[in-house]
Structures are given as structure tokens and as C-alpha cells.
């Protein structure tokens, strides 16, 4: 059972306030998720994005933010490696948070009284121990906020505001990846899965047949996102759509 925290989860002002101020970069989300670590007495953070998210079986987990540092080069991967697919399949049915216990830490995160509330991964595949706090806003921009390290035990109103964060950091990334890219609407989840099967090398008759859809319609829907895209042609329009994460 988690015992009374010291540390200071705020009003629902200040909470509000850790949005306070436009984000430009990245790097103007690091303090706020530093400042979430430390709520979370945890050692270390990392966010993690789904891309491919237009196809199921495409889809896969990228480190988009961590400070696990040179020592611990291999820590993303290894958790990729751990639970990636477990997360992947978690985020398409459930919002509920996740825990695990590392193998040098046998207690799992969390307190007793939000266990129907917090699901738990498989034990033992990765050193440390963590939360992970799963956020989906839509064809994009889906992904999770981590938190890792030893003797993790945030008390139940703890996890909430991390939770509630953990969106806000989301939105802020998706929104500076929105900025890149000209056109004001976003990729449609057809328009997204017609570009990776393209990315992919198939013909619109192809992608026609695997989609279920006419050639005509797969045709829309890649001329569509081209200029979405503000592309001059459909190679271009893949290209963008890798480096903005739309599809791998």
C-alpha cells in the first residue's frame, strides 16, 4: 500500500499551468517531463510514438524522447524489445495505465487500491521497473509516456496527474509535427494506409485489393494526401509521410 506522499501534485491551476506558454521544440518539453519524473520518484523517462498506425500489422513503437543517456544506450530497444507488442495491442482496446516489475525489483508499481485500474506486464524482461501511461489522439500522435526505475509506489491520486500530463506532452508533440507539415487537416487512417502500401511498392491495384477499396477510390485518396502533403508527386508524398511518422 503506498503510503501519503511528500510530493506536490498541485491545484487544478497548476496543473493547467504546466501547458502555460507555446511550445516551439522539443526541448520545451523535457523540464515538464523531468518535473514529472521526480513526481513519479522515478530515474528515468521516455515517450514513445506508434507509427505505421494506418496499418495494424505495420505498426511499431519509436523512441521519440528519453534520458536514459549513453550508459543506457540499449534501454529503448530492450524495452521495445520486452513489451512492444504488448503495448501495441493494450493502446487499440484500453487507456488504462500500465505496470511492470523489472527483475531487480520483484514489487510492482503502483498503489494496491488502483490495481482494477492499472493493467500489469509480463515481470522480469527488463531491469528496472515502470509505468506507462498510454495516450490516443486519433490516427496520429498515439503513443505512451514512461516512467522507470526501482521502488516505483506513486499513491493513486499520483497516477492520475501523471496521466493527465502524460496527454498534454503527447498533444504538444503532435502539434509540433503538425506544424511541419503545410496543409491544414491531417491525414485521414485511409489516406495513411494507402501511402504505406505504397511506401511498400504496391501498385493502386494492389493496394486496391488489399484495402477492399476501387482503383479509382485508392487513387483519391493518394492524390488526396499528396496535397495534404503540399507534395509535387505520390514519391514525394511517401517520403514526407515517413519523416513525419505517418507510416514506416
Given at each position: 500500500?503506498a503510503?501519503?506522499?511528500?510530493?506536490t501534485?498541485?491545484?487544478?491551476?497548476?496543473?493547467?499551468?504546466?501547458?502555460?506558454?507555446k511550445?516551439?521544440?522539443?526541448?520545451?518539453?523535457?523540464?515538464?517531463?523531468i518535473a514529472?519524473q521526480?513526481l513519479?520518484d522515478?530515474?528515468?523517462?521516455?515517450v514513445f510514438?506508434?507509427?505505421?498506425?494506418?496499418?495494424?500489422?505495420k505498426?511499431?513503437?519509436?523512441?521519440?524522447?528519453?534520458?536514459?543517456?549513453?550508459t543506457?544506450?540499449g534501454?529503448c530497444?530492450?524495452f521495445?524489445?520486452?513489451?512492444?507488442?504488448a503495448?501495441?495491442?493494450?493502446?487499440?482496446?484500453?487507456?488504462?495505465?500500465?505496470?511492470?516489475a523489472?527483475?531487480?525489483?520483484?514489487?510492482v508499481?503502483g498503489?494496491?487500491?488502483?490495481?482494477p485500474?492499472v493493467?500489469?506486464l509480463?515481470?522480469?524482461l527488463v531491469p528496472?521497473?515502470?509505468?506507462a501511461?498510454?495516450?490516443?489522439?486519433?490516427?496520429?500522435g498515439?503513443?505512451?509516456?514512461i516512467?522507470?526505475?526501482?521502488?516505483?509506489?506513486?499513491?493513486?491520486?499520483m497516477?492520475v496527474?501523471?496521466?493527465?500530463?502524460?496527454?498534454?506532452?503527447?498533444?504538444d508533440?503532435?502539434?509540433?509535427?503538425?506544424?511541419r507539415?503545410?496543409a491544414?487537416e491531417?491525414?485521414?487512417e485511409r489516406?495513411?494506409?494507402?501511402?504505406?502500401?505504397?511506401?511498400?511498392?504496391?501498385?493502386?491495384?494492389?493496394?486496391?485489393?488489399?484495402?477492399?477499396?476501387s482503383v479509382?477510390?485508392v487513387?483519391a485518396y493518394?492524390?488526396?494526401?499528396?496535397?495534404?502533403?503540399d507534395?509535387?508527386?505520390?514519391?514525394?508524398?511517401?517520403?514526407?509521410?515517413?519523416?513525419?511518422?505517418?507510416?514506416?
Amino acid at each position: 500500500m503506498a503510503q501519503p506522499s511528500s510530493r506536490t501534485i498541485g491545484t487544478p491551476e497548476t496543473s493547467r499551468g504546466v501547458r502555460v506558454g507555446k511550445v516551439t521544440s522539443r526541448s520545451d518539453l523535457f523540464p515538464r517531463l523531468i518535473a514529472m519524473q521526480k513526481l513519479a520518484d522515478a530515474q528515468n523517462f521516455a515517450v514513445f510514438r506508434v507509427n505505421g498506425s494506418g496499418l495494424p500489422a505495420k505498426q511499431r513503437l519509436v523512441c521519440e524522447l528519453e534520458n536514459w543517456g549513453a550508459t543506457n544506450a540499449g534501454a529503448c530497444k530492450g524495452f521495445v524489445d520486452a513489451h512492444g507488442d504488448a503495448l501495441l495491442e493494450h493502446i487499440e482496446k484500453s487507456l488504462l495505465p500500465l505496470t511492470w516489475a523489472g527483475s531487480h525489483d520483484a514489487g510492482v508499481p503502483g498503489a494496491s487500491g488502483m490495481a482494477p485500474f492499472v493493467e500489469r506486464l509480463a515481470a522480469g524482461l527488463v531491469p528496472f521497473s515502470g509505468m506507462a501511461f498510454p495516450v490516443r489522439l486519433g490516427a496520429i500522435g498515439n503513443g505512451f509516456v514512461i516512467f522507470a526505475g526501482d521502488d516505483l509506489d506513486p499513491p493513486s491520486d499520483m497516477i492520475v496527474e501523471l496521466h493527465g500530463r502524460a496527454c498534454h506532452i503527447m498533444i504538444d508533440l503532435l502539434s509540433l509535427d503538425e506544424r511541419r507539415v503545410s496543409a491544414a487537416e491531417a491525414l485521414s487512417e485511409r489516406e495513411i494506409a494507402c501511402l504505406q502500401l505504397a511506401g511498400d511498392g504496391r501498385i493502386s491495384e494492389e493496394i486496391a485489393e488489399k484495402l477492399g477499396l476501387s482503383v479509382h477510390t485508392v487513387n483519391a485518396y493518394l492524390g488526396s494526401a499528396t496535397i495534404k502533403l503540399d507534395s509535387v508527386n505520390r514519391i514525394q508524398a511517401i517520403a514526407k509521410a515517413i519523416r513525419l511518422g505517418y507510416i514506416s
